[in-house]
């Protein structure tokens, strides 16, 4: 059996305080690196260690990469770091603390931009101070200035396409450090999870998801690793 292995990024700061985050780059906290680096020592302890390794461009999600990788002894394994692998951008909710942006456009409001599969929040003023327009890693990218999960989904699905699912099938034990919102794109095509439904799934932070992979390159069940 292939296996890919579907990590989110252990808690951030804006996680920590309760901020819409998107694109903007954000380090981890000292709970994010311990669940990072939990994560590989479940890895190494399950025997399931990644021979590659794709991930963003944000800084959360390449700790926790070289964490997780440096506690199973596998940051030597081949890397990829790719923008279309970002977290969905939140547009003009960057930056917002999520509780006063309920207070102030009401809950229905907010979980609409949250959770719904196709309503993007507002986009964000050019100029921002979140605007990661001007950040050389993006330099030639057409950033978005807000997105929905179905506009995330645009981007990864096709990269999954081209870039990762060939690694996969050529044998290789993939592992993608991502966000909630890029894994949860990934998770709704492999599971084959409706576009009401995905709303509804949470992805945790620091928690190895596997699917096993047969020869034809049908996906299993996913699976926590810490259940295997």
């Known amino acids: 059996m ?6 989110r990024h252990g808690q951030s700061q804006w996680n920590l305080e309760n901020r819409f985050t998107g694109w903007w780059d954000v380090d981890l906290t000292d709970k994010g690196v311990e669940e990072a680096m939990a994560a590989g020592a479940l890895m190494q302890d399950k025997g399931v260690l990644p021979t590659r390794a ?3 461009l944000q800084t959360r999600a390449i700790k926790t990469l070289h964490l997780a990788l440096g506690v199973c002894n596998r940051l030597w394994i081949p890397e990829t770091k790719d923008w279309r692998l970002n977290e969905r951008h939140y547009g003009g909710l960057t930056g917002l603390n999520k509780q006063e942006t309920r207070e102030k456009h009401g809950d229905e409001q907010v979980h609409i931009w949250r959770r719904s599969f196709d309503v993007p929040p507002p986009p964000m003023e050019p100029g921002s101070k979140y605007d990661p327009g001007a950040d050389p890693r993006y330099e030639g990218i057409d950033v978005p200035y807000t997105e929905s999960l ?3 989904i645009e981007r990864v ?3 999954w396409e081209s870039d990762i699912l060939p690694v996969l099938a050529s044998g290789e034990t993939v592992i993608i450090s991502a966000h909630g919102n890029s894994l949860r ?5 492999l599971s084959q999870i409706s576009d009401e439904d995905i709303t509804g799934l949470e992805i945790p932070t620091g928690q190895p998801i596997i699917y096993d992979f047969d020869d034809n390159m049908v996906p299993s069940e996913r699976y926590y690793l810490k259940d295997s």
């Not at 794109?185 to 095509?189: C, Q, S, T």
């Open 157 to 159: 699905l096709p990269y």
């Open 2 to 7: 292939l296996k890919l292995i579907l990590v």
């Open 54 to 56: 794709f991930t963003s």
């Open 185 to 189: 794109a990934l998770v709704k095509h």
């Open 150 to 152: 179905k506009h995330t």
